[in-house]
């Protein structure tokens, strides 16, 4: 997946998957225009031909993507208090979530958001909320499940306007 990854198309505009989709079919109806002309021509034009097959390559490369990428994703997993708590990893950041409900995070990164310590609870199926120490300031991550991992996303309020950036990710706990 992760040489398909930039391929994936992301958007938080209104109606921007069925643009998206419908440029994606108008790529694909042209390419196969370009093709039927290309091998039609008398002498064949083979660069017309060529450019139908790389235009239909791209949208078979994109759409491969993405049906991917929505399958390698479950927005809503449904997790317990227990499976949240331990070590997440993001590059050099590590956030320790303990059982009494504090948290610790260092190492920079994604913990500027966090701070380093306060206090987090288990918010419905599938948020987590963080209270900093520090100025008692609230932040809401959403837990996803990204090929089989726990992660967490960017802060967001609407699921809808999520950009994507999955952040820590959930350290299994040694057998």
Same mark, same amino acid.
């Given at each position: 997946?992760?040489?398909? #990854? ?28 370009? /093709? ?16 139908? /097959?790389?235009?239909?390559? /791209? ?10 990428? +929505? ?13 949240? +708590? ?30 380093? %310590?306060?206090?987090?609870? #288990? ?7 963080? %209270? ?7 932040? /809401? ?13 960017? +802060? ?10 999955? %952040?820590?990710? #959930? ?5």
């Amino acid at each position: 997946m992760n040489g398909l #990854h930039f391929f994936v198309i992301r958007t938080a505009l209104p109606l921007g998957y069925l643009a998206a989709a419908l440029l994606l079919l108008c790529a694909a109806v042209f390419g196969l225009v370009q /093709i039927w002309r290309g091998l039609r021509a008398r002498p064949l034009n083979r660069v017309r031909a060529l450019t139908g /097959i790389g235009l239909l390559f /791209i949208v078979g490369l994109v759409t491969a993507a993405n049906l991917a990428y +929505e399958d390698s994703i479950e927005l809503n997993p449904v997790v317990t208090a227990a499976d949240l +708590e331990g070590t997440w990893k993001d590059g050099p950041a590590v956030l320790d979530l303990s059982p009494d409900g504090t948290y610790s995070c260092s190492g920079g990164g994604s913990c500027t958001r966090l701070g380093a %310590t306060g206090r987090w609870a #288990h918010d419905g199926d599938f948020l987590l909320r963080f %209270t900093r120490a520090s100025d008692g300031r609230a932040l /809401i991550q959403r837990v996803v499940q990204a090929e089989k991992d726990l992660r967490l996303t960017n +802060e967001a309020d609407d699921p809808d306007m999520w950009d994507g950036v999955l %952040t820590f990710r #959930h350290q299994a706990p040694a057998s």
